[in-house]
């Protein structure tokens, strides 16, 4: 019993520096960190799909394994957002991811349906942090995520056409190549500016 009273006397500490911050808002974060594991997952599966020997595509790989650590740091971002808030971070199971894919192409084009449905989820978030006057939350959501999925989903829309355009296992072999010198989905800074 007195465990139960150390962590809820605890609990109600952390809701002292709570100011607008509604519970609406809170649990749509919540969905959105879990979202973001279940991205992260999926990318994991994915890598680890293109590195079988009988696929070896090493620049997808890569590309793949990248995203899922950026789909992590997101999580993680959100994370800290919310015990800064005063918030309770709730993570739920993560589903089996799909363990493989016919070829890129077919990986490309879930990966863009996830980031689209990630966005999407974005705004959402957005959206409601207007509806509660959460200026915080709004400018949050606009300085850390919106313009990164936008990008991240052009590059994975130019990708998708370059690999329709290429359509034969020579055309794949010279993708990954290609995938292995690029900065990936999220170019840093640096790499926008020259």
């Known amino acids: 019993m007195a465990l139960l009273f150390g962590f809820f006397g605890r ?3 952390s809701m002292i520096m709570r100011q607008n911050f509604a519970k609406s808002c809170e649990k749509k974060l919540n969905d959105q960190i879990n979202m973001e594991l279940k991205a992260c997952h999926q990318y994991l599966a994915m890598a680890y799909h293109y590195d079988r020997a009988d696929v070896s ?12 650590n950026e789909e992590r740091e997101h999580a993680e ?10 918030g309770l971070v709730r993570l739920s199971a993560v ?12 990986g490309l084009k879930h990966a863009l349906e ?5 966005n999407q989820h974005l705004l959402d978030v957005h959206a ?3 509806q509660e006057n959460d200026p915080n939350l709004c400018d949050f959501i606009e300085a850390n ?3 990164e999925q936008v990008d991240g989903q052009k590059v994975l829309a130019d990708y998708i056409r370059q690999m329709e355009r290429a359509k034969d296992d020579l055309g794949e072999y010279l993708f990954d190549k290609y995938l292995s010198s690029t900065a990936g989905m999220h170019p840093s800074s640096d790499a ?3």
């Open 145 to 147: 995520f919106l313009q």
């Open 128 to 130: 409601l942090a207007g």
């Open 77 to 86: 971002k959100i994370m800290k957002y919310m015990n800064k808030r005063g």
């Open 11 to 13: 609990r109600h500490m």
């Open 57 to 68: 595509s090493p620049g997808v790989h890569r590309f793949f394994l990248q995203a899922s």
């Open 192 to 194: 926008k500016g020259h």
């Open 114 to 118: 996830m980031e689209l449905e990630v």
């Open 95 to 106: 589903p089996e991811p799909i363990p493989c894919f016919a070829d890129t192409l077919a």
